[in-house]
C-alpha cells in the first residue's frame, strides 16, 4: 500500500494533466522507501506477515517478548512450545498506544516464554508489522513533499546543483530539511 498516490502529488504540484501519472507513482515509491529508510520503521501495513523469535536470547526476558519491528495489529501468537497464546494471556508494549515494541504474559496466564525441541524462531508473532494500519497524517504530508522535490529534480538545468552562491557550488540535500522535519519525531533508534 503506499502512503500517496499519483493524484495527490499532483495536486500539490497544481498539475492538471495526468500525463506524469506513471512518473509520479513511481516517485511516490521511492519517497515512501527513502521515508521509511531515514526513519527505520515502516508507517503502513495492510496485510498481516509472520515473524519469528527465538525462545532464549535477547528478544525474550522473563515473560516478556522484544520485538524487532513495530507492531500495530495482533492477530495470532504460537509460544514454542506450539501453544497458542490469546489475546488475554498477555500484555502489549506500551499498552494503550501503537506500535507495540514487546508483548508481555500475564502472571494469571500461567505461561512463559519457551519451547519444546528447538529454541530457533520458536515463537511465532502474525500480525501487521508496521507503525500503524494507516501512515499518519505527518508522514502522508513527507511523502507528497518529496515526491514532489523528486519530480521538480527532472527539469532542473544541473541535476546536482541548486544554487551557485559567491562562487561555491550548493547541492541538494537528498530529503529537504522541511521533510526531515516532518519525519524527525517517527525517527527509530
Known amino acids: 500500500m503506499a502512503y500517496v498516490t499519483a493524484a495527490l502529488v499532483r495536486s500539490y504540484l497544481g498539475a492538471t494533466s495526468s500525463g506524469d501519472d506513471t512518473l509520479i507513482t513511481a516517485l511516490c515509491t ?7 529508510r531515514y526513519c527505520n520503521r515502516t508507517f503502513e501495513a495492510s496485510g498481516d506477515t509472520t515473524r519469528y523469535f527465538d525462545a532464549v536470547g535477547p528478544h ?14 495482533i492477530t ?3 509460544n514454542g512450545d506450539g501453544v497458542a497464546v490469546g489475546s488475554t494471556q498477555y500484555v502489549t508494549l506500551p499498552r494503550n498506544d501503537t506500535p ?3 508483548l508481555r504474559l500475564k502472571t494469571s496466564a500461567g505461561k512463559v516464554w519457551t519451547y519444546t525441541t528447538d529454541w530457533e524462531k520458536a515463537i511465532t508473532i502474525t500480525g501487521k508489522w508496521a507503525y500503524s494500519t494507516t501512515a499518519p497524517d505527518d508522514i502522508v504530508q513527507a511523502a507528497v ?31 529537504p530539511m522541511d521533510v526531515q522535519a516532518l519525519l524527525r519525531p517517527y525517527k527509530r533508534v
Not at 521511492?30 to 521509511?36: E, K, L, P
Not at 525474550?60 to 495489529?73: H, K, N
Open 30 to 36: 521511492r519517497a515512501q522507501a527513502a521515508i521509511d
Open 76 to 78: 495470532t501468537g504460537t
Open 60 to 73: 525474550v526476558d522473563g515473560p516478556t517478548l522484544y520485538l524487532d519491528r513495530d507492531l500495530c495489529a
Open 145 to 175: 513533499r518529496l515526491a514532489a522535490f523528486y519530480y521538480r529534480q527532472k527539469d532542473a538545468a544541473l541535476q546536482d546543483v541548486t544554487a551557485i552562491e559567491a562562487g561555491v557550488v550548493v547541492q541538494p540535500v537528498a530529503i
Open 100 to 102: 507495540y515494541y514487546g
